[in-house]
């Protein structure tokens, strides 16, 4: 039986599907405009020392991800520099806190393609082989493909993490759970700007059942993973 048990409100995968050929590890915008002084969040007046904080923690996992090998996908916000993809709306509301998207920063202009800013930090940088997902909104995969990406490779689990647990990250699992896939957001491994909406937000994914995923630690899932790649050596 290949799940984690200890995930809530159910055992993930709810099919006990758990493997590289169906289940992913999806990085939420870890990028410096988001985790880094002079970025996106820092502009508005938000501390990172809690966004930092998650970046040891995301290194851990992604390892074990890939020296298991599961497949790992990485999401990055932002639009092109002719910003056609910002709507009024938008443009206004990113203004209201001090930080207008486009507006220039420390780190280039904020989220904007090509930018210093619009990378992900160092120390979680994608291998070659790990695409990464530039999307124009919150959600993953509203004008992307992601989805068929994912679709391509028969992945239907996704183990989830990154920033911010009540706006990236939410939007997609909603998504995701919407479009059929099981979903895992590992609590430790996402952050917010602060404790109650982080607090919130994980709760709101998991009631009625799950309606819109589960959550469960890193070290289950790292747990869950190494114990996986034992099982399949030992049937070597």
Known sequence: MNQIPTTLPYSFPHDSSLSPLTTALLIIDMQRDFLASGGYLSSQGYPLSRFQALIPRLVSLLSTFRRAG????????????????ISSRERHRSSVNGAAIGSQGPLGKLLIRGERGHDIVPELQPLPVEPVIDKPG???FMHTELDKMLRCRGIKNLVVCG????????????????????????????ESVNDELKIWSLEALKVEGGLFGVTGTKKEVI??????????????
């Open 163 to 190: 920033v911010t647990a009540e706006a990236c990250v939410s939007s997609t699992v909603r998504e995701a759970s919407d479009l059929g896939y099981d979903v895992l957001v590992v609590e430790d491994g996402v």
């Open 138 to 140: 919150r959600g993953a």
């Open 223 to 236: 747990e869950a993973i190494e114990s996986w790649v034992n099982t399949r050596d030992e049937g070597c």
């Open 70 to 85: 599961f497949p790992i996908y990485y999401t990055r916000e932002g639009h092109e520099s002719h910003m056609a993809t």
